[in-house]
């Protein structure tokens, strides 16, 4: 059981990356996906969440309108597409899983860090 992310780096203000988190040993598709940050000394914060239905989307304020959050239950891969990133963008991305039944009720990967700096 496991998520595994990537895609992170870094970028310019203005700038773009792809996050992508795949997931294996459990069954993707029945869990709702979260992509979270989270800045040295504050704590974890929601960046943008999808349910199993693949048009069933929320975002934070922050990241409105320049994240896309999206899944591939083909692929066991959700993804984070982000544009016209700033400085407080920077963070260290977590990808959750998380289902109210059954085992693992809540898996969560190792994290990937997006820094955006001139």
């Known amino acids: 059981v496991q998520l595994v992310e990537s895609g992170g780096g870094l970028v310019q203000p203005g700038g773009s990356l792809r996050l992508s988190c795949a997931a294996s040993g459990f069954p993707f598709s029945t869990y709702v996906m979260t992509w979270y940050r989270q800045v040295p000394g504050k704590e974890r914060e929601l960046a943008a969440h999808i349910g199993t239905a693949e048009d069933a989307t929320t975002y934070d304020s922050s990241v409105a309108g320049r994240f896309t959050i999206s899944r591939d239950n083909a692929k066991n891969t959700v993804y984070l597409q982000m544009n016209s990133l700033k400085p407080e963008d920077t963070a260290v991305y977590y990808c959750?899983?998380?289902?109210?039944?059954?085992?693992?009720?809540?898996?969560w990967g190792q994290g990937t860090q997006v820094t955006v700096s001139s």
């Open positions: 959750n899983a998380k289902r109210d039944y059954g085992v693992p009720r809540d898996v």
